[in-house]
C-alpha cells in the first residue's frame, strides 16, 4: 500500500517539472543569447531598486518572510534545503537555510539582491514560474547556469490582490531529496503569502477596474439601478456583484460597503 501511495505522489508531482525537449529548447534559446552557462556566481541587481521597491510596498509580508522559512525548514528537518523568495523581476529579496548552505549561496553569488531572471542566468525554476504564472519543478540537469546543476529546485509564484504576480517563492534542494514534503510546503507558503500581501493591501486596490467604477458610482449616491444604466449592464448582475463584494468584506448593506472602502482608503492614504 506504502508503495502504491508513492507512485501516486511521484506521478502528482512530475505535472510541475518541465520535460527534457522543453528544457533543451530553453537551454538553446539561452546559448543564442550569449548567456555563459559557466559563469560562477549570479548578477547582482540592487542598482535597479526592484528589490527596495518590493521591500517598501510589500513591508508586511517581507516581515513575515524568515519566520514563516524557519517554522518550514524546522518542519522538514533537512539541512541541505534552501528557501528563496524573489520580487516579481526575479531577483532575490531573502533566503533562508542552514549556515553551511548560506555559505555555499554566497560562494555562488546566490545573496539579497541577485537576480533569477532568465536574462541574467537562463533557464531556472524561478524565472520559469514568474514567466509561466503557475509552479515549476526543474531537475539540476536543465538548469542553464552549471552552479544549479547540483540543485533540483521548485517554485510558485506569488499573486497579489488582482490576481498579478507580484513575486515567486522557491525551494532549492539535493536531487536525492524527498520532493513530495516539499512541493506541499512551498506552495503552502505562496498560498500564506499571498494572503499576507491581500490582507496589507488597502480595500479599493483589492477591487477590480468595473467594481471600482461601481463603488465610485455608489459613492455620488446613484442607485443600483442607475448604475446598471450607466455601466450598461443587467441591474441583477449588479445586484450579485453587490451581494458579493458584501459578503467579502462583511457588511449588511451598500451603505455600509460604501463607507468600509472608502475609509478605509482615506486610512491608507493618511
Known amino acids: 500500500m506504502w508503495n502504491e501511495v508513492s507512485v501516486q505522489r511521484r506521478k502528482s508531482n512530475s505535472r510541475y517539472f518541465i520535460d527534457e525537449t522543453r528544457a533543451s529548447y530553453l537551454k538553446r534559446e539561452c546559448h543564442e543569447r550569449g548567456l555563459n552557462s559557466e559563469a560562477s556566481s549570479l548578477r547582482v541587481a540592487n542598482g535597479d531598486g526592484s528589490v527596495r521597491r518590493f521591500v517598501t510596498r510589500h513591508e508586511c509580508l517581507h516581515i513575515e518572510s524568515l519566520g514563516r522559512f524557519s517554522a518550514v525548514h ?10 528563496i523568495l524573489t520580487d516579481v523581476n526575479a531577483n532575490i529579496v531573502e533566503l533562508f537555510a542552514s549556515s553551511n548552505v548560506l555559505k555555499q549561496c554566497r560562494q555562488r553569488g546566490i545573496t539579497r539582491g541577485a537576480s533569477l531572471s532568465a536574462d541574467s542566468c537562463g533557464i531556472n525554476a524561478v524565472s520559469q514560474a514568474l514567466h509561466d504564472r503557475k509552479p515549476v519543478a526543474l531537475k539540476g540537469r536543465h538548469h542553464f547556469l552549471g552552479i544549479f546543476q547540483s540543485w533540483c529546485c521548485f517554485a510558485v509564484p506569488i499573486f497579489g490582490p488582482k490576481g498579478e504576480v507580484i ?58 439601478k442607475e448604475v446598471a444604466a450607466v455601466m450598461g449592464i443587467n441591474p441583477r448582475t449588479i445586484e450579485t456583484m ?29
Open 167 to 224: 513575486g515567486c517563492v522557491d525551494c532549492s534542494m539535493g536531487e536525492t531529496s524527498y520532493l513530495s514534503e516539499k512541493i506541499i510546503f512551498t506552495r503552502k507558503l505562496a498560498d500564506d503569502f499571498s494572503k499576507i500581501v491581500f490582507q496589507s493591501s488597502p480595500l479599493r486596490q483589492r477591487l477590480a477596474p468595473r467594481q471600482k467604477q461601481m463603488i465610485q458610482l455608489l459613492e455620488k449616491g446613484w442607485s443600483s
Open 74 to 83: 524546522t518542519q522538514l528537518d533537512d539541512p541541505d534545503c534552501v528557501f
Open 242 to 270: 453587490l451581494r458579493r463584494m458584501r459578503y467579502r468584506f462583511r457588511v449588511k448593506s451598500n451603505i455600509e460597503l460604501v463607507m468600509r472602502i472608502v475609509t478605509d482608503s482615506v486610512q491608507s492614504f493618511e
